[in-house]
């Protein structure tokens, strides 16, 4: 089966300078990448996606990169904000059956 | 547009009971997906519920056992509770168009089960 595995499990960054966040997978068959933010106490919300047949989604300071070969996805958030700071997850699945999540990022914006 | 509800948001149970927590699908979606998220961990993948059938399954216990109803809401139940069950419990719904689509999945903000 699928295993995701994400990269760091913490990252402190300062206001206004740039978070990345890395995860790869294994299964060769997945095609959907997508990304969540969860806050204390709630469930887990969906930030940006990513299939298989493009390389690159951005949404304004968020953007994601796909290389289906080396079997990696990244999330790049730009000009970070202290609103930023939550737990962010990657997650990989083929057609969002039996979607495999990454143990997480907690990200911390300073002010 | 009506978002994922689950209920109750918090459950005190003992060893060896069951519970059956609930979920609200989002209005316009078909599908339900159940995720069990332990303390500082991603979620894990319990099943999928489409057309009130089982459409797919984690690595959980039979023990885990669901039901989707015509309304497209959702139980999950757990029989025999162990310790290890205490966790988050996640409802996830999306839209299945049967041809290998599947939007998104939306979650509520789960069912926090301790088991004591």
């Known amino acids: 089966g699928e295993n995701v595995e994400q990269h760091p499990s913490t990252l402190s960054v300062q206001e206004g300078d740039s978070a990345v966040i890395k995860c790869t997978y294994s299964?060769?068959?997945?095609?959907?990448f997508p990304w969540y933010k969860q806050e204390l106490g709630k469930g887990p919300q969906l930030i940006i996606d990513?299939?298989?047949?493009?390389g690159e989604k951005k949404d304004q300071r968020i953007a994601v990169t796909l290389n289906k070969t080396a079997k990696h996805f990244s999330l790049h958030i730009t000009e970070t904000q202290p609103e930023d700071s939550a737990v962010y997850f990657c997650?990989?699945?083929?057609?969002?059956?039996?979607?495999?999540f990454g143990a997480g990022t907690r990200l911390t914006v300073k002010p | 547009e009506t978002g994922v509800t689950q209920s109750p948001t918090h459950l005190i149970k003992t060893r060896g009971q069951q519970v059956t927590l609930r979920c609200s699908s989002q209005?316009?979606?078909?599908?339900v997906s159940w995720y069990q998220q332990a303390l500082g961990q991603g979620p894990q993948f319990i099943f999928q519920?489409?057309?009130?059938?089982?459409?797919g399954r984690g690595n959980f216990p039979p023990r885990f056992s669901g039901l989707q109803f015509p309304n497209y809401s959702s139980e999950l139940n757990v029989n025999a509770l162990e310790l290890d069950d205490s966790a988050l419990y996640l409802c996830?719904?999306?839209?299945?168009?049967?041809?290998?689509?599947?939007?998104?999945?939306?979650f509520g903000n789960g069912t926090r089960l301790t088991v004591t």
């Open positions: 996830a719904s999306s839209f299945y168009r049967g041809n290998s689509y599947n939007s998104p999945l939306h």
């Open positions: 299964d060769s068959a997945s095609n959907y």
């Open positions: 990513i299939r298989s047949n493009v």
């Open positions: 997650a990989a699945s083929y057609n969002n059956n039996d979607m495999r």
């Open positions: 209005s316009g979606h078909n599908t």
């Open positions: 519920y489409y057309r009130e059938e089982e459409n």
